[in-house]
């Protein structure tokens, strides 16, 4: 079962990044998702718009 948020750690796995490079695709990255909440464990980020970047991102990346 998906669950309709996530925190960093979840989006860096999604991802394939680290947490590190998160935080960097929310400052750099306008296109990047913002989170829809900060609390005491850190950002979350509703998962379908994770899973809407996700899938641009892979659509962007070059055929190797």
């Known amino acids: ?6 925190g960093t750690r979840e989006v ?5 990044v ?7 695709l929310l400052h750099d990255d306008p296109t990047f998702p ?3 909440a900060e609390l005491s464990a ?7 718009d994770i899973e809407a970047y996700a899938h641009r991102r892979e659509k ?4 190797t």
């Open 12 to 16: 860096a796995d999604r991802l394939g």
């Open 42 to 48: 850190g950002l979350i980020w509703n998962t379908d």
């Open 60 to 63: 962007r990346r070059p055929d």
């Open 34 to 36: 913002r989170p829809i």
């Open 1 to 6: 079962m998906v669950q309709p948020v996530m």
């Open 18 to 24: 680290s947490r590190q490079h998160v935080l960097r």
